[in-house]
């Protein structure tokens, strides 16, 4: 990761909250805060302007939603991160925002050394989610388990990897299960990415829930 700051854009349609994390995070070593927005299309208009690394987008926002302002920016700008950083942790919510292609979803109880955190984790590409919002997904793949018929290009170590990707295991937890290396695991991921044309595990997640693997 490199040693520069991290350039981060603040999307909320409250004045106060907008501010306010703009001014805790303008203190936190090595983050940059590099503009506000109150809209969605005006988040997007200025990380066109700007090029941040990170975007905290609110979800619910006049003008343009965060959702809609997530899919245009990584359309537009795929190499920057949208973090949304909502008090929704509505399902519907969740589940558009991970599709959106998201690199998290925390809700605003986050405490501010912890935001700080998710902003430096997500510039170096770890996708982050409050745990209360995980137990929604969960709901949601446990509900939407009847799909279609699994790939046939994947082993069936493969498909066995991808179900516990869903049900929110880790590497360590899947190696465990497994009865393989961590290292082997990797691999597994790593080549289930590449064959269904993921971007990372929460996509593989939803790959899932859609493809009928639980």
């Known amino acids: ?32 805060v590099v503009g506000t927005a109150a809209d969605g299309r005006a988040a997007v208009e200025l990380a066109l302007a700007t090029s941040p690394d990170v975007v905290l ?29 909502t008090t929704f942790d509505d399902e519907e919510y969740v589940v558009r925002a991970l599709r959106a292609g998201t690199g998290g979803y925390l809700l605003k109880d ?38 279609a018929t699994p790939r046939a290009d994947l082993t069936d170590r493969e498909r066995a990897v991808l179900r516990l990707i869903a049900r929110g295991a880790t590497n360590r937890e899947i190696a465990a299960q497994l009865y393989v290396s961590e290292g082997t695991v990797k691999n597994h991921v790593s080549n289930i990415l590449a064959r269904l044309g993921l971007r990372d595990r929460t996509q593989a997640a939803i790959y899932a829930r859609d493809h009928g693997f639980l």
């Open 110 to 147: 986050l405490p501010s050394k912890e935001l700080a955190q998710a902003v430096r984790l997500a510039r170096a590409g770890v996708d982050q989610h409050d745990s209360a919002v995980l137990q929604r997904l969960v709901t949601a793949l446990d509900r939407g388990a009847v799909a």
């Open 57 to 85: 987008m609110d979800v619910r926002m006049p003008v343009l939603d965060g959702l809609r302002a997530a899919e245009l920016l990584r359309e537009r700008l795929p190499a920057c991160r949208v973090l949304m950083l």
């Open 1 to 32: 990761m490199t040693d520069e700051a991290v350039r981060v854009l603040i999307a909320d349609d409250q004045a106060l909250i907008r501010e306010g994390i703009a001014s805790l995070l303008s203190i936190e070593p090595g983050i940059e």
